[in-house]
């Protein structure tokens, strides 16, 4: 039996935690030889070791994705260890702190660069490596924020509403070269992100860990129309259907995994 991703060379950058782990398992599972980067190595080393003890289809590189250069040696390592690149999952990123009134020149100039600028540049290296070969898939992890009111702050709203708007353009100017760009709005899915990210969850014991996932799963389970909260494993799912060839003929759209919680009417809190 042949997995849907077989041949396929895929990057995926925040791969140590949540939804980029999730992604990666997947695609493995479903036969894609794999860079995962982070910026924690012994996370991602010892991931890729228990995905491929072999060594020979997944690759741990460190990467910090708001430096241009190392997304770009992600695609060189990608062209000189398997010769090709198929798909790149943008998927890292973190919350940007600040209101309207609070924020700061240096909060908003990382923030963007983070959450939009990763995006751009890893767009830009993916559509090097898939022009020559005429073929590709880019997934952006984008937001429901983008979409709607009270799914994160103004600012982490405002940055992912431009990756789905730069996800729609960069399909257009791609898709004639036979390059794919999508994006995912997760909606409520239960990850570190809740609790401050993988960063401050690398910090912590896996018990305080299971402990806030499993309050947060309870209190997800009662903001979307169905009765309980979203997994890592479903947008991995999505992402497995954008990079597969049964999503060929999907380009420049913004796929929302959410539960049916862009359709509730949001309430503000009191």
């Not at 039996?1 to 791969?15: P, V």
């Not at 290296?125 to 702050?153: E, T």
């Not at 999503?247 to 949001?266: E, K, P, T």
Request: aromatic residues 6%.
């Amino acid at each position: 039996m042949t997995g849907r991703l077989d041949g396929k060379t895929a990057i995926i950058t925040g791969a140590t935690s949540g939804i980029g782990e999730a992604t990666a398992r997947c695609f493995v599972a479903e036969g894609a030889r794999l860079i995962i980067a982070g910026r924690t190595s012994d996370k991602g080393e010892a991931l890729a070791r228990e995905l491929d003890a072999s060594g020979q289809r997944v690759i741990f590189q460190r990467a910090d994705v708001v430096r241009e250069a190392d997304i770009a040696a992600l695609v060189d390592t990608a062209l000189s260890r398997f010769g090709r690149l198929d798909c790149m999952f943008n998927n890292a990123g973190a919350s940007i702190p600040g209101t309207v009134e609070t924020v700061t020149e240096k909060e908003l100039a990382d923030g963007m660069q983070l959450l939009l600028g990763s995006v751009v540049f890893g767009v830009k290296h993916a559509a090097r490596a898939m022009k020559p070969q005429g073929s590709g898939s880019i997934i952006n992890n984008a937001s429901i924020a983008a979409h709607r009111a009270g799914q994160g702050g103004i600012f982490y709203s405002t940055a992912k509403a431009a990756v789905t708007h730069f996800t729609r353009i960069a399909g257009v100017e791609l898709g004639p070269s036979g390059i794919r760009v999508n994006a995912i709005s997760p909606g409520a899915i239960a990850t570190p992100i809740f609790w401050g990210g993988s960063a401050r969850a690398n910090t912590m014991s896996k018990e305080d860990n299971d402990r806030k996932l499993a309050k947060l799963e309870h209190n997800l389970a009662h903001a979307t129309p169905l009765p309980r909260t979203g997994y890592a494993a479903d947008i991995a799912y999505a992402a497995l259907f954008l990079a597969s060839d049964e999503g060929s003929f999907v380009n420049s759209h913004d796929l929302v995994v959410d539960g049916g919680r862009i359709a509730q009417f949001y309430e503000r809190p009191a």
